[in-house]
């Protein structure tokens, strides 16, 4: 009992300070300060992309960008989806080595989007500067759609 007390006071505080990292990387980029949603999401919206910072029920800091919705992704390149996700795994399994963070492939059931995800741990072990965690997403999406043919 006095676990789960302390791991919930923690996980209250760290999500204070999480919410503070936040509102200043919104500052930093010039965005509007964003709110946790009903889905325990924060949602900004940076370079014609949503990336996404969603809070798990054991507490950590999961970041997501979407790399498109499989159906729509296909039709504008004229591909059938099963050849375009295996595209995507043949790209992810040639980047891992290179990776500085451990980002995982997956696709949404619900959405149809194909997303890129990387657990940031705990939320209050979250590393200071957002900003660079998510500069790194974004350049690594950006690289993917590239080798994609997707602008």
């Not at 595209?87 to 891992?96: C, K």
């Not at 290179?98 to 989007?113: A, I």
Request: hydrophobic share 40%; proline share 5%.
């Amino acid at each position: 009992m006095e676990i789960e007390s302390t791991l919930h006071s923690r996980n209250s505080d760290g999500l204070q300070d999480f919410s503070e990292k936040v509102e200043h990387l919104c500052e930093e980029l010039g965005l509007p300060p964003v709110s946790l949603d009903e889905s325990q999401t924060y949602r900004l919206p940076i370079q014609n992309l949503e990336i996404r910072f969603q809070i798990t029920p054991q507490g950590n800091v999961i970041l997501i960008a979407s790399l498109g919705k499989i159906s729509e992704l296909s039709a504008s390149l004229q591909e059938p989806p099963a050849d375009l996700l295996k595209r995507h795994f043949r790209i992810h399994g040639a980047r891992l080595s290179r990776l500085v963070l451990p980002y995982v492939l997956s696709q949404e059931v619900e959405s149809g989007e194909i997303i890129l995800w990387v657990d940031l741990g705990a939320i209050y072990e979250v590393p200071v500067d957002l900003g660079q965690v998510v500069e790194e997403m974004l350049n690594e999406v950006e690289y993917r759609l590239g080798l994609l043919g997707i602008s």
